[in-house]
């Protein structure tokens, strides 16, 4: 027989009993998390959001309330009437906050049964991550998702202050809208009542965010859901959170400024003191010192020791003296047994003409001056591992450049090639000394960094096209529109002046993680038409796709531009979980499949004919 809440009214919350609350009368509602029976002493760990308070049941008190509570299995859901007792001194649990005390039970009402669930909150040992998601509700009351849906709570709600307080508008914009460039697929949504025709979901605000700048309203800010449709990888979600703003006639020192103060600010409400500002780099530097563009900190940066050579050795070593020879120095991994260097090998099997030199000691064995002078232009320390990346001389000499290219697409293959293998090498070897993780660094080791000056035009070998590096809205560097000119008179070649255009665009990454991407906007007409004709769009196809957009930019736009950081990123790392799943509270597995809900499904055939809309099997 279940019992009705009645007019009982819940005094104290689980988690929030203390010793001076002795003495006091306490209603508590919650789940029963455990319980133990000690003939005529029946304890039951009560559980509510906040913690966990211990309920005692004596038969001798009340012989009737404890054969009542006999009942009670886990999951049931109860209200407790009791008076506060502080606890024997042997039976004192310093662990837990409520520890001291415990409710001596006086009325019990049992508001609801639970079926027996697939897993317990209290277990600590996980069940497969599909059982969890299935049961989501289950999984969700477990102290971990708990805290860290709480922690996603607090982090947004110190941005949003933040932001209110710096004199940003939170205003909405549609999620029936029409497609934007962001460089994902959309999800679609038919329209009934004009049959044959689509909204797009929008995977991100951005075109909207700038029309409220047209609109004037200065500063905007909003926690919006983005979608997009994107083929299946692992940490990826099809619907997320952004943190999206823009504001009029920003430099992009002053969008820094404003990310660097909320990032402050939700860091803080976790708990976790950054400092700000951020070191800053181009593009171009991150490639050279990093050999990616979300550069990890944690770690040293590459030497370039091409000079510690002689001619001859290069010769010796086929190496091209051309293109960059690079130190990568992984430390404290002491030396690699036999069997780890064979598990490395295949990361070095690498594209792009690089070469690379796994084994130090024979490098030192063999030339010793030039291992002398490596090592100490590298910084090497006992138990450091170096490994080399150069050019090999097969690839022939580097192809003579333009000027205005700054990392030449082979030397940005032996970057690139060295940076992965940077990072593999830390990740696989470093970690065994616990000195560098992926997420949840344990050490709050945050390291921020800003990259910016990111080319704006990216070739695309395949199309033999230029495409935005970022989004077509992004304004050029104002020192490259004399590039800009010349670029869109040599469209369709790779060396092409485009190849040098400089964006006004930057991304924020912490510890090697994009956490955002933002640029300054063009805010002109003339420029505008510029950037459509050097990635290939008629005016026509142009006016065809944001005709509404374009027309708006001639209204009087004030110069203006923002930045859109994941906020469900930001959490992961803050609360130390491991995945994106983790911290969004009903997330899709990696083939975007909502398990609890059971989404995406079939649809009736009266809605498909609504629609319009017939299905090919
Ligand atoms: N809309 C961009 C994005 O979602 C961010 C921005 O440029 O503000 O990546």
Same mark, same amino acid.
């Given at each position: ?9 819940? +005094? ?19 789940? $029963? ?17 906040? /913690? ?16 009542? @509570? ?11 009437? /009791? ?34 669930? *697939?897993? &317990? *909150? ?10 969890? #998601? ?20 607090? $982090? ?33 949504? =038919? ?10 979901? =929008? ?72 400092? +700000? ?25 590459? +030497? ?13 070593? @086929? ?16 030396? #690699?047994?036999? %069997? ?27 030339? *010793?001056?030039?291992? @002398?002078?490596? !090592? ?30 700054? $990392? ?21 070897? !470093? ?62 070649? =790779? ?39 050097? #990635? ?16 708006? #930019? ?20 803050? @609360? ?10 009903? =997330? ?6 909502? &398990? ?12 498909? %004919? ?5 299905? %090919?099997?």
């Amino acid at each position: 027989m279940l019992d009705f809440l009645g007019d009982l009214r819940r +005094t104290h919350m689980c988690g929030a009993l203390r010793a001076s609350d002795a003495g006091k009368k306490a209603v508590l509602m919650g789940w $029963v998390n455990r319980r133990r029976d000690h003939g005529n002493l029946l304890f039951i760990d009560l559980r509510d959001r906040t /913690g966990i308070a211990q309920i005692v049941f004596n038969a001798e008190r009340d012989a009737a309330i404890h054969e009542k @509570a006999g009942g009670l299995r886990n999951e049931y859901v109860i209200a407790v009437t /009791g008076t506060v007792k502080l606890r024997d001194p042997n039976t004192i649990n310093r662990n837990m906050p409520t520890g001291e005390v415990e409710l001596v039970a006086e009325e019990l009402r049992i508001l609801n049964e639970s079926k027996l669930p *697939p897993f &317990l *909150p209290s277990d600590t040992a996980l069940t497969n991550e599909e059982t969890r #998601l299935k049961y989501r509700y289950i999984d969700l009351r477990r102290d971990v998702m708990q805290f860290n849906i709480e922690t996603r709570h607090k $982090v947004a709600k110190a941005i949003r202050d933040y932001l209110s307080d710096q004199g940003f508008f939170e205003i909405e914009t549609p999620f029936m809208t029409r497609s934007t460039p962001e460089g994902a697929r959309d999800y679609l949504v =038919p329209s009934r009542v004009q049959p044959g025709t689509f909204y797009a979901l =929008p995977q991100s605000p951005q075109m909207f965010k700038q029309i409220l700048m047209i609109s004037g309203f200065d500063k905007y800010f909003q926690i919006v859901r983005c979608f997009r449709d994107e083929d299946l990888r692992a940490d990826r979600q099809p619907e997320f959170t952004q943190i999206d703003l823009e504001m009029s006639y920003p430099q992009p020192e002053r969008v820094w400024e404003v990310v660097e103060g909320f990032l402050t600010a939700a860091f803080r409400a976790a708990g976790s003191e950054i400092k +700000t500002p951020f070191p800053r780099m181009d593009y171009d530097e991150a490639i050279r010192l990093y050999g990616i563009d979300k550069p990890d900190l944690r770690l040293p940066a590459f +030497t370039d020791v091409r000079e510690c050579f002689t001619p001859e050795n290069l010769q010796e070593l @086929a190496i091209n003296p051309n293109l960059p020879l690079i130190a990568i120095r992984t430390p404290k991994v002491s030396e #690699l047994s036999r %069997k780890e260097r064979d598990d490395i090998k295949p990361m070095f099997h690498s594209k792009g003409g690089a070469k690379i030199f796994e084994d130090f000691k024979r490098i030192a064995n063999k030339f *010793p001056e030039a291992a @002398a002078a490596i !090592a100490k232009k590298a910084s090497m320390e006992e138990g450091d591992l170096i490994v080399l990346v150069a050019g090999s001389a097969q690839a022939g000499p580097q192809t003579a450049m333009p000027a205005h290219r700054k $990392v030449t697409p082979q030397e940005l293959a032996i970057y690139a090639s060295a940076g992965l293998l940077r990072l593999a090498l830390a990740q696989k070897y !470093a970690d065994r000394h616990g000195i560098f993780k992926k997420t949840g660094d344990p050490a709050k080791d945050f390291r921020f960094i800003w990259v910016t000056n990111f080319p704006m035009f990216e070739w695309d070998e395949g199309e033999k096209i230029w495409n935005a590096a970022h989004h077509p809205f992004t304004s050029p560097h104002e020192e490259d529109m004399k590039l800009l000119e010349a670029g869109v008179e040599s469209l369709n070649d =790779p060396q092409s002046p485009l190849s040098s255009v400089r964006a006004l665009a930057y991304d924020v990454v912490l510890n090697g993680t994009e956490l955002g991407s933002g640029s300054i906007r063009i805010h002109r007409q003339d420029i505008q038409s510029k950037i459509f004709r050097a #990635l290939g769009m008629t005016e026509e196809e142009a006016r065809a796709r944001f005709g509404f957009f374009l027309e708006a #930019l001639e209204y009087g736009t004030p110069p203006h531009g923002g930045i859109a950081l994941g906020l469900d990123r930001i959490v992961m790392i803050i @609360a130390g979980a491991e995945s994106l799943r983790e911290v969004i509270p009903f =997330p899709k597995t990696a083939r975007a499949v909502d &398990l609890m809900v059971d989404a995406p499904t079939p649809v009736s055939d009266s809605q498909l %004919k609504d629609l319009g809309i017939v299905v %090919k099997k």
